[in-house]
């Protein structure tokens, strides 16, 4: 029980496109006890950040409109916004490559529940790496001026 009450104040955010598996995973990561947060894209999730960063977020790796790994890029070189782990969902292999370059784990689709919350786990008690993130294209306020506004409307899966 001393686990549940010590993961209530992670704040986890989850962003997938798919309303109905968005709100399945938050079911399973609120009945193990984390404050669950949505966004459907990547717009949304970065509202979400600025306003307070999570402590942990699950993203889908296959966010339309945006490469989210350019997009989670672009937050870990913002000095304003501070280190939270990412666990990326996602069926291709090549995914867990770019995943690791930015220092996040990954969890295969279709997701179990299990092997979530372990990723979580091990993440959210793990100290931040030592990352290699290489330059967004744009600094964060160009992006989310110029990209985001053109992703608003773009919807996942």
Do not use: W
């Amino acid at each position: 029980m001393e686990g549940a009450a010590c993961r209530r104040t992670v704040d986890v955010l989850v962003a997938k496109g798919d309303e109905e598996l968005r709100r399945s995973l938050g079911t399973g990561l609120n009945d193990a006890g984390y404050n669950v947060r949505f966004a459907g894209n990547a717009v949304g999730a970065s509202l979400l950040i600025f306003e307070s960063a999570p402590g942990a977020m699950v993203v889908d790796a296959e966010m339309r409109g945006m490469d989210v790994f350019k997009f989670i890029a672009a937050i870990r070189s913002a000095r304003t916004i501070p280190y939270f782990p990412v666990i990326f969902l996602t069926e291709r292999p090549e995914d867990a490559i770019r995943a690791r370059e930015l220092g996040a784990a990954c969890v295969v689709k279709p997701v179990q529940i299990d092997r979530l919350l372990a990723g979580i786990s091990s993440n959210v008690s793990a100290p931040p790496p030592v990352l290699r993130v290489p330059r967004p294209v744009l600094p964060l306020a160009k992006a989310s001026d110029a990209h985001f506004r053109r992703a608003a409307h773009a919807q996942v899966l």
